[in-house]
C-alpha cells in the first residue's frame, strides 16, 4: 500500500499544479457562482434553472477536468521517461497504475467539492428566495420542499464525484492503449454515448420488432457494456421534489465501483503487455 500511496500524493500535487486544469476550475467556480443571474432569463422557472445550470456545471467541468487529467497521467510519464525511475524501485505495475488512478481521482474529487461548495452556498442562498416569491404568488402553492431539495442536492453531488470515478477509470486505462489525445477522444466518445444506455437497451428489446435480430443483438452488447452514466444524473428528481433514497445512491454508486474494478483490471492486463 505504500508505494500506492506514494505514487498517489505525487499524482495529486502534481494534478494541482497543471495550470489549464486550474484554469478549467477558476472558469467553473465563475459559472456556478453566478449561475443565479441566468435564473432572470426566465420568469417562473427560476429554481430549475438555478439546479439545471449549477449541478449541470459541477457535472461538465468534472468531466472536463477527468478526462484530460485521466489521458494524460501515464503518457506524460513514459514521456519524460521518470516511468523507468518508478517502476525500478521496486513498484509493481499493478501498484503504479493505481496510485495514479486515485491520485488524479482525489484531484477530480477535491476541484468537484469547490464547485459543489460553491453551488450549494449559491443554491442555500437563492433557493429560499424564490420558494418565497412562489407561495406569495396568488392562486399558487410553492412547488418545492426545500428539506427534501437540499438533501437531495448533496446527494446529487456525491453521485457526480462517482460518476467522475468511472469517467477517470475509462480515461486511464485508455491512455495505456492509445496515445493521450486518441485516450481523451474515445473517453469522450463513450462518455456520451453513455447518456444514451438507456436508448440502446429500448432498441434491443424484444418486444422491438422494428429492429432486427442481429441489430437488438449488437445494441444489448453495447448496452450491457457501457456505463449507465444517465443514471448518475437526479436533476429531475429533484425538480419534481421527489426524495433520493440512500438505498438508491448506494446502489448506483456500488455499481460504479464494480465498473471501475472492472475497467482497471483491464487497463492492468494492457499496461502489463506493453513495452515502456
Not at 499524482?11 to 489549464?20: A, D, L, N, S, V
Not at 438555478?50 to 449541470?56: N, S, Y
Amino acid at each position: 500500500m505504500r508505494p500506492i500511496y506514494r505514487v498517489a500524493k505525487a499524482t495529486f500535487h502534481e494534478g494541482w499544479r497543471r495550470r489549464f486544469l486550474n484554469g478549467i476550475l477558476v472558469f467553473a467556480i465563475l459559472i456556478i457562482g453566478s449561475s443565479w443571474v441566468f435564473t432572470y432569463l426566465q420568469p417562473g422557472a427560476e429554481l430549475k434553472m438555478l439546479i439545471d445550470v449549477g449541478l449541470g456545471s459541477i457535472r461538465f467541468f468534472g468531466m472536463l477536468i477527468a478526462i484530460f487529467l485521466g489521458s494524460r497521467l501515464i503518457p506524460d510519464e513514459i514521456e519524460k521517461r521518470t516511468i523507468y525511475t518508478l517502476l525500478a524501485k521496486p513498484v509493481t505495475r499493478m501498484q503504479f497504475l493505481m496510485g495514479k488512478y486515485l491520485g488524479g481521482l482525489a484531484t477530480v474529487i477535491s476541484n468537484m467539492a469547490l464547485m459543489g461548495v460553491t453551488f450549494y452556498v449559491v443554491f442555500a442562498i437563492k433557493a429560499p428566495q424564490f420558494r418565497d416569491i412562489a407561495s406569495s404568488a396568488p392562486g399558487e402553492s410553492a412547488t418545492y420542499s426545500m428539506n427534501f431539495m437540499y438533501a437531495n442536492v448533496a446527494k446529487a453531488i456525491c453521485l457526480n464525484f462517482a460518476e467522475m470515478a468511472v469517467v477517470m477509470s475509462i480515461a486511464v486505462v485508455a491512455s495505456v492503449v492509445f496515445s493521450w489525445i486518441l485516450g481523451a477522444v474515445f473517453t469522450f466518445f463513450v462518455y456520451f454515448v453513455g447518456q444514451m444506455s438507456s436508448f440502446f437497451g429500448h432498441l434491443a428489446d424484444p418486444s422491438h420488432t422494428d429492429t432486427s435480430w442481429i441489430a437488438r443483438a449488437v445494441l444489448g452488447t453495447v448496452y450491457r457494456i457501457l456505463p449507465h452514466f444517465e443514471n448518475f444524473d437526479i436533476r429531475e428528481s429533484i425538480l419534481k421534489d421527489i426524495p433520493v433514497s440512500w438505498e438508491h445512491l448506494g446502489k448506483v454508486a456500488g455499481m460504479g465501483v464494480i465498473y471501475v474494478a472492472i475497467v482497471l483490471m483491464l487497463g492492468y492486463l494492457f499496461f502489463n503487455d506493453r513495452e515502456v
